[in-house]
């Protein structure tokens, strides 16, 4: 249980910050699902 616990811990303070900016546009809801971010 306390694996768990840990794991979910570490996944909810570890996937924000590590995550590239491609993944945070596709993971925003708001954006639907056929929407490609734009070029820079």
Do not use: W
Not at 20 to 39: I, S, V
């Amino acid at each position: 249980m306390e694996l768990l616990a840990l794991l979910l811990i570490s996944h909810a303070v570890c996937d924000y910050p590590l995550q590239g900016e491609f993944l945070a546009k596709f993971k925003n809801p708001a954006a639907g699902p056929f929407t490609l971010p734009a070029r820079s």
